[in-house]
């Protein structure tokens, strides 16, 4: 398994931008999905955006065309650049690695704080 940490949450005006990264260290990360989820207040975390290891992505229809997932591989990282930041969009948001299921995350990071304002 390899630990990841995030970073690039912050505080930003709806319509705003931002771009977290996540970093792996442990293992190489080139040849697994990679992906976000976030989790707002009261609410279940659900996912935003996968990559495969051939740097495929799918996103969630609340953020498709407005996010953008990418990889480095050569730097163990992964991003995700959020575009047009709505209020709905205000959550923790984590990094998550499917090291062992393709279907399941099984390695998580700590999460970093977006919040939009409006």
């Known amino acids: 398994q390899a630990q990841l940490v995030e970073s690039g949450g912050g505080l930003v005006q709806a319509g705003g931008s931002l771009r977290l990264s996540c970093v792996a260290s442990g293992r190489s990360i080139s040849d697994k999905k990679m992906g976000w989820y976030r989790q707002a207040p009261g609410k279940q975390r659900e996912l935003v955006a996968t990559i495969t290891s051939f740097g495929v992505p799918t996103y969630s229809e609340s953020v498709k065309g407005r996010f953008t997932i990418s990889r480095d591989n050569a730097k163990n990282t992964v991003y995700l650049q959020m575009n047009t930041l709505k209020p709905e969009d205000t959550a923790v948001y984590f990094c998550?690695?499917?090291?062992?299921?393709?279907?399941?995350?099984?390695?998580w990071g700590q999460g970093t704080q977006v919040t939009v304002s409006s």
């Open positions: 998550a690695g499917f090291f062992a299921s393709w279907v399941l995350p099984t390695s």
